[in-house]
């Protein structure tokens, strides 16, 4: 049988088990602990400590690390995994262009703020900076050596400058000639030239060139109307399969045209990322729209929180930079091959459906069909719309019918990530002006939606029907 001595579990004869001499002594003989006596009570944990937390920003690249894996995850369709290797860059650039630079301005402020896990500004920077780094490094790989080959392997080829054929470079000179000379625009900068504006996100060349015995560096920006992945025709590849080759490469190739009667000693890719976070006390702003408006064109200039170098860039070049941009080096991020993976969403829109998954076709409550119905639908039941499972045609719908139905008084809603083409503003406005009253609360701050949202407010108010606006915190 099984007994119980001063809370410890005992084993006796008879049991069917064998006697236990350790199991039979009392507590102080075994060193066991006795519990606590009646009326007892344990000390309440100190929920200050900082073992009781995660850090937040080091919780989220964990989470992105996961998004990563996804994209080595050979159960998805191949486009599929492309797809969520372009997801981790977009996230990692909105990481570093909110959450690191508020971070960095804290730091540069000599900010004593210390996170709930016990790290202070200049410990949290350079944990995400050694956690991001080894991600964007994972990514690489996840690149180089899984997905690039895997497309390979079903048709889709991306060429390194190496394999440019005879063929391959007579024709890619002729496209450079064609399409991309014609935008690229090299800024040289000297004590007399002063340092160009680098936009956001924007991908570079920094050229060094020799020209009349001085050595000269300029800058050249790769507009983002050009695609990152130019295909070649099968004529000129010599092969079936298609097949692409790199912006950057071609414009590295070809970079001497820029640059006549001068001697390139070199070309280095690099990217900026910068502070875009939108800081506005709300009760100090006389017209909110107005100081959002403003601060969105500050923060075109906002401070760098990551500059991405290629790891082959000499130390001089990266030297040169951060004096202009005025940062220092804990922000450069070697890259070890490619960079600004967020361009490899264009390859989903490869026609290759057997290498995506199936299309979703989400289930439509109402359509243009059916407008008479669906108040007398709505006053019969409620009527809830999941999306994306239901599809938002049917809130179109809805607000379609009800700007045509002359029993509705008035409209008010709130807009918060409006699209570039979404019909919504020109049905409220369709609205007001037959009469009705329209109330509409507008999200300024949506995160990098602002712009986008401030040109419809202006439009709205600008048929004068009752708006509003507001921010989000």
């Not at 002729?174 to 956001?200: C, K, Q």
């Not at 064109?297 to 130390?315: A, F, H, I, M």
Request: proline residues 7%.
């Amino acid at each position: 049988m099984i007994g119980c001595y001063d809370g410890v579990m005992t084993m006796r004869s008879g049991s069917g088990l064998d006697e236990s001499p350790d199991l039979l002594k009392k507590p102080a003989e075994t060193g066991a602990v006795s519990p606590p006596a009646r009326g007892h009570q344990e000390p309440a944990p100190d929920l200050a400590d900082p073992h009781f937390y995660i850090n937040r920003e080091l919780s989220w690249l964990e989470f992105n690390q996961r998004v990563l894996l996804q994209a080595l995850d050979p159960t998805h369709p191949l486009l599929e995994r492309v797809k969520f290797l372009s997801i981790v860059a977009t996230n990692l650039d909105e990481f570093f262009m909110v959450r690191v630079a508020t971070l960095l301005r804290k730091f540069r402020a000599d900010s004593i703020d210390v996170s709930p896990d016990g790290l202070d500004t200049e410990q949290q920077l350079a944990a995400i900076r050694a956690r991001a780094s080894r991600i964007m490094r994972e990514m690489s790989r996840c690149w180089t050596t899984v997905l690039q080959p895997a497309l390979a392997e079903h048709g889709v080829v991306f060429l390194e400058r190496p394999e440019y054929t005879d063929a391959i470079r007579a024709w890619l000179r002729d496209y450079f000639r064609e399409n991309v000379h014609p935008v690229l625009t090299p800024l040289a900068f000297d004590p007399g030239h002063p340092f160009p504006y680098i936009s956001n996100l924007s991908m570079n060349l920094a050229v060094v060139v020799r020209h009349g015995g001085r050595t000269r560096f300029a800058r050249v920006k790769l507009p983002d109307l050009l695609p990152r992945f130019i295909r070649l025709p099968p004529e000129v590849s010599g092969q079936r399969k298609e097949t692409f080759v790199f912006l950057e490469d071609v414009a590295r190739e070809h970079i001497g045209m820029l640059f006549p009667g001068a001697a390139l000693q070199g070309v280095h890719l690099f990217r900026v990322v910068r502070d875009t976070d939108m800081v506005i006390q709300e009760d100090e702003a006389d017209d909110l729209l107005e100081s959002v408006d403003r601060t969105l064109k500050e923060l075109r200039y906002g401070s760098p929180s990551q500059l991405v170098v290629e790891s082959t860039t000499p130390d001089r070049v990266v030297n040169i930079l951060l004096e202009n941009f005025e940062i220092d080096d804990d922000v450069v991020e070697r890259a070890p091959s490619r960079m600004g993976y967020g361009h490899w969403l264009e390859l989903v829109r490869l026609h290759r459906p057997k290498l995506k998954d199936a299309p979703f076709s989400p289930r439509p409550h109402w359509s243009n069909d059916n407008l008479d119905s669906i108040f007398d639908e709505v006053r019969e039941r409620d009527i809830l719309v999941h999306h994306p499972f239901d599809s938002f045609a049917s809130v179109e719908a809805f607000l379609r019918a009800a700007v045509g139905d002359p029993q509705v008084i008035a409209i008010k809603m709130t807009l918060y990530r409006i699209g570039s083409n979404s019909p919504l503003v020109d049905m409220l406005i369709e609205a007001a002006e037959a009469g009705k009253q329209v109330a509409v609360l507008v999200e300024l701050k949506a995160r990098f939606d602002e712009r986008n949202n401030i040109v419809w407010a202006h439009r709205m108010e600008a048929r004068a029907f009752t708006s509003s606006t507001a921010w989000s915190t």
